[in-house]
């Protein structure tokens, strides 16, 4: 791949546009499509040896990346249900708008405050017996430590032969002790257990959008729904191509006369509202939730519809020129046609934003080559 190609430049010398449609597929699905010129003699009579208008581009170094854009809406996210546990009445609700806090009362069951834990486990049993192990008590250690709490040390558990160690934290002496000093901050019996419903975990810090009960109701029904705190943007992707977007990745979002950058916060499990079908099939959509990374950005915005770039791959400081700059070799493969100088065949690798990356011997940046007119 290292020689000239100058035993396979084509006859005549003439440069014609040939739509030959170069299909890159790279991570969420982006595609390229190339007008690859090419070199040909078949054509006969004046216009055949009319001289060529050249025009001509430099060989750029650049990072090169596929990326999708898809419309998303700016608001507080999809609303999620929160439903109470254990017995009891609902003596008082927090009101629309309310933003919840790590160990504060969210709303009081038989007058009794009920405060939030945030974790991925909810309180599913009765935490009393000294020894039990469990999620559920790593959310109430976690908890207790960001309040603040001495919660002493997680005992070394050795695995046993042939067994394997149950997952979470242990419900140690030291614990209970913590959560008994947190109760009595809280004004409840200072019991140093725990019973289902007396605390209620959710996923992180939330913004009440919607009250589902009223005092008096039972505490074991659907009772409020939320939102996230922060502005975020619902982006609807195709089933497809979503499976290369992750959390953590970062994002461009195009603003009224700016970008900004986000990141991808979450991906639902469940097909979008605007799923469906068409004459192409299944239209299924996953929403990602992105957030911006500077909530000033977005302040000023109420909702709105917002574009929003997912970067699936990226190649870093390669050689690019544009695509009209390819020479199809009869031979098969691709070559570039410097201003002064022979053909010189090159490897392609990724197709983007009309430009392809190029590589091979005799290449340099600044190299001006010829582009298709």
Known sequence: MAEHATSRKPRGGRRVGLATALVATAGVGMIGVAAVAQRSSDETGPQAHAAP??????????????????????GFGPAKQLKGNGPGTLTKLPSNGTETARGKALYRVDDKPVPVFYGDTPFFRDLKKIGLVGNDVSVLRTNLAALGYDVGEEPVVRRSAGRNLEPGATFTVSLAAALKKWQQQMGVEPTGTLKVGA??????????????????????????????????????????????????????????????????????????DES?????????????????????????????????????????????????????????????????????????????????????????EGLAVVVAS
């Open 276 to 364: 469906g079908q068409s004459d192409a099939g299944d239209t299924s959509k996953i929403d990602v939730t992105v957030l911006p990374k500077r909530a000033a950005d977005v302040a000023s915005l109420d909702e709105a519809d917002l574009p929003v770039e997912f970067v699936s791959e990226i190649h870093k400081n390669v050689l690019t020129v544009p695509i009209g700059a390819l020479v199809a070799l009869s031979g098969g493969g691709f070559a570039v046609q410097p201003v002064s100088g022979e053909f010189l065949r090159v490897r392609t690798g990724m197709f983007a934003i009309g430009l392809v990356e190029i590589s091979g011997p005799g290449l340099t």
């Open 199 to 272: 605390v209620i975990v959710l996923p992180g810090p939330v913004r009440v959008s919607e009250l589902k009960a009223q005092v008096g109701d039972p505490v074991a029904e659907d009772i409020l729904s939320y939102v996230s705190p922060k502005k975020v943007i619902t982006v609807p992707v195709d089933a497809q191509q979503v499976s290369s977007i992750k959390p953590g990745d970062a994002v461009t979002i195009t603003l009224p006369g700016a970008k900004a950058p986000g990141m991808v916060t979450s991906i639902s499990h469940a097909p979008s």
């Open 53 to 74: 208008s050249v025009q001509s581009a430099k060989v750029v170094r650049r990072d090169l990346s596929n990326s999708l854009t898809e419309p998303g809406n700016l």
